[in-house]
């Protein structure tokens, strides 16, 4: 992962226990954080706020399961949907106009259920922020720094406390990067590794198919995994001294092979042997 730039925080990644006592409160910190910020008042403004006079047609849509053109994937208005659907709230929205921007809300519309997805989405933020600063190197306190910023951040304050579509990109793009980086730190091919890459793709596809600017998360994920692969590829190649050993291996063979032109089947043979021995030291 990215921490293989620097030795002494990659060494203290790994030296990291996995379930530490601390960690998981800053976690748990982190995460009450987003949930006070966030959910608390939210439906005590009773308007229409910026995109919601859009993504509010598109979720009537989905409950009322009319035609509606739009631009976006559906996932995170489906996920808005259900929400709605599972408090109850479908026939009530279905009366909102959604006309325009400062729109007032009628009583009986549940804004609750209608912004809770995004607002979720926003409170969990912080501590993921928080797991991917870890997994990048950072210390336990430049890592509650990054989750505390993302929690108290003016901008994701007003997107999480309104029924947009931001914060589930920002939160699925995130835990990504994050799985991405956590897979990099286990063996190829072990149960964890593959546990933890299959993660990151799901991730990925729910970043995806909320918005098409998560694209940027599906290329800084592929700059990264091809870094990666290059690498374990110069891991892989033979350091200076084994090149000067190779080389002297290479010189042998070649005297070797000059010398039994005669009784080359046999000569040859263990010329071979020579040389896979060679390779291999």
């Given at each position: 992962?990215?921490?293989?730039?620097?030795?002494?925080?990659?060494?203290?990644?790994?030296?990291?226990?996995?379930?530490?006592?601390?960690?998981?409160?800053?976690?748990?910190?982190?995460?009450?954080?987003?949930?006070?910020?966030?959910?608390?008042?939210?439906?005590?403004?009773?308007?229409?706020i910026f995109d919601e006079v859009h993504f509010g047609k598109m979720v009537q849509a989905y409950l009322d399961g009319t035609h509606a053109f739009d631009v976006h994937p559906p996932l995170g208005k489906l996920a808005m949907a259900a929400a709605v659907w599972a408090a109850g709230g479908a026939d009530a929205l279905s009366e909102q106009p959604f006309a325009r921007v400062g729109e007032a809300v009628g009583p009986?519309?549940?804004?609750?259920?209608?912004?809770?997805?995004?607002?979720?989405?926003?409170?969990?933020?912080?501590?993921?922020?928080?797991?991917?600063?870890?997994?990048?190197?950072?210390?336990?306190?430049?890592?509650?720094?990054?989750?505390?910023?993302?929690?108290?951040?003016?901008?994701?304050?007003?997107?999480?406390?309104?029924?947009?579509?931001?914060?589930?990109?920002?939160?699925?793009?995130?835990?990504?990067?994050?799985?991405?980086?956590?897979?990099?730190?286990?063996?190829?091919?072990?149960?964890?590794?593959?546990?933890?890459?299959?993660?990151?793709?799901?991730?990925?596809?729910?970043?995806?198919?909320?918005?098409?600017?998560?694209?940027?998360?599906?290329?800084?994920?592929?700059?990264?995994?091809?870094?990666?692969?290059?690498?374990?590829?110069?891991?892989?190649?033979?350091?200076?001294?084994?090149?000067?050993?190779?080389?002297?291996?290479?010189?042998?063979?070649?005297?070797?092979?000059?010398?039994?032109?005669?009784?080359?089947?046999?000569?040859?043979?263990?010329?071979?042997?020579?040389?896979?021995?060679?390779?291999?030291?």
């Amino acid at each position: 992962s990215l921490v293989d730039y620097c030795p002494d925080r990659a060494r203290r990644a790994r030296a990291r226990p996995p379930c530490a006592r601390g960690p998981l409160v800053d976690v748990a910190a982190l995460a009450l954080l987003g949930v006070a910020t966030r959910f608390a008042g939210l439906a005590r403004v009773r308007a229409v706020i910026f995109d919601e006079v859009h993504f509010g047609k598109m979720v009537q849509a989905y409950l009322d399961g009319t035609h509606a053109f739009d631009v976006h994937p559906p996932l995170g208005k489906l996920a808005m949907a259900a929400a709605v659907w599972a408090a109850g709230g479908a026939d009530a929205l279905s009366e909102q106009p959604f006309a325009r921007v400062g729109e007032a809300v009628g009583p009986g519309v549940n804004l609750v259920a209608f912004r809770g997805m995004s607002t979720l989405a926003a409170a969990l933020l912080p501590p993921t922020l928080y797991a991917l600063a870890r997994t990048l190197g950072a210390s336990r306190e430049g890592a509650a720094l990054s989750g505390l910023l993302a929690g108290l951040d003016p901008l994701f304050l007003a997107a999480g406390r309104a029924g947009l579509l931001d914060t589930q990109l920002c939160l699925a793009g995130a835990a990504s990067l994050w799985l991405l980086l956590e897979a990099q730190r286990h063996a190829p091919g072990a149960p964890a590794h593959l546990l933890t890459l299959t993660a990151c793709g799901v991730a990925l596809g729910c970043a995806l198919a909320t918005k098409w600017t998560a694209l940027a998360f599906l290329g800084a994920a592929g700059l990264e995994s091809a870094r990666a692969v290059v690498g374990h590829v110069r891991g892989a190649w033979p350091c200076g001294e084994e090149r000067r050993r190779l080389g002297i291996g290479r010189k042998v063979l070649a005297n070797v092979r000059v010398q039994s032109e005669s009784r080359w089947p046999t000569r040859w043979a263990a010329a071979s042997r020579l040389r896979a021995e060679m390779c291999t030291a």
